[in-house]
């Protein structure tokens, strides 16, 4: 099994949420949270333009999921899983979080903090350093993305 392979369960969940968010008007991007045990503690859609907020990413509605399911706002021993390489806002919440590794499927060459645009996750200036992995079922979520802002420039 190749190191990213054992991601792609959790990612075709977060797909899922990025569907719901396409269903709804917002960018089709999908996030969760899952425990040591795989267990989805976590789980978010794009809702900033349903809920008009501008914080409403994927990524922070599942890391609030997960504190909320678990108690307590440290997020040690879960992994996020995100359709798209999130932004600086979102890197940060990872870190704060103390995720111990992020997990994402398309890079984003425009926005992205995970590796593309900045690395923030990876900032030696930072008390907490996630593990990344990179290009899980890329692909897929790429195609998802792209058919949205087609729709929108057609």
């Known amino acids: 099994m190749r190191p990213s392979q054992q991601w792609e369960p959790a990612m075709r969940i977060a797909l899922e949420q990025g569907r719901t968010a396409l269903a709804t008007g917002d960018v089709p991007i999908g996030a969760v949270v899952v425990d040591g045990d795989g267990d989805v503690v976590g789980a978010g859609r794009n809702v900033r333009e349903v809920d008009a907020d501008p914080t409403g990413h994927a990524e922070v509605v599942a890391l609030r999921e997960a504190a909320r399911h678990r108690g307590e706002w440290r997020l040690s021993g879960c992994t996020l899983v995100v359709t798209l390489e999130p932004c600086t806002m979102c890197a940060g919440a990872s870190v704060l979080a103390r995720v111990d590794r992020v997990v994402f499927a ?32 890329a692909e897929e979520s790429t195609a998802m993305l792209e058919e949205f802002f087609a729709s929108r420039r057609g």
Request: charged share 30%; no cysteine; glycine share 10%.
């Open 106 to 137: 398309a890079h984003d060459e425009k926005a992205g903090a995970v590796g593309s645009l900045w690395d923030v996750v990876r900032d030696r200036r930072l008390n907490h350093r996630p593990e990344v992995v990179a290009g899980v079922l």
